[in-house]
Nanobody, 122 residues
Framework: QVQLVESGGGSVQAGGSLRLSCAASGYTYRQYCMGWFRQAPGKEREKVAGIATGGGTYYADSVKGRFTISQDNAKNTLYLQMNSLKPEDTAMYYC????????????????WGQGTQVTVSA
């Protein structure tokens, strides 16, 4: 069965960096779209970044130029390098997988990790 396990969250000051990892297992990694999403208290889950099966990437406008999504197919691991963090980046970050994705909408993703908390202080 599909398993996604995130790690790397933590607390940092504004301007700092964190690198999230998502270890995937139970399926053929390369055949799935992969994405990072986040959800802050009282807000809806939103897309942050994603990689399509063809390698194309997506970034939300709010993180462009600051976050970088990447993957290591040999290790079945997805990463999110987050630089120049802002207090508004504070949220629970989730890794997700989808057999097909067009819009990187949360509704397209059927497999989710448990999340890792990112807290950015001013």
């Amino acid at each position: 069965q599909v398993q996604l396990v995130e790690s790397g969250g933590g607390s940092v000051q504004a301007g700092g960096s964190l690198r999230l990892s998502c270890a995937a297992s139970g399926y053929t990694y390369r055949q799935y779209c992969m994405g990072w999403f986040r959800q802050a208290p009282g807000k809806e889950r939103e897309k942050v970044a994603g990689i399509a099966t063809g390698g194309g990437t997506y970034y939300a406008d709010s993180v462009k130029g600051r976050f970088t999504i990447s993957q290591d197919n040999a290790k079945n691991t997805l990463y999110l390098q987050m630089n120049s963090l802002k207090p508004e980046d504070t949220a629970m970050y989730y890794c997700a997988a989808a057999r097909l994705c067009w819009y990187f909408s949360p509704t397209e993703f059927g497999y989710w990790g448990q999340g890792t908390q990112v807290t950015v202080s001013a």
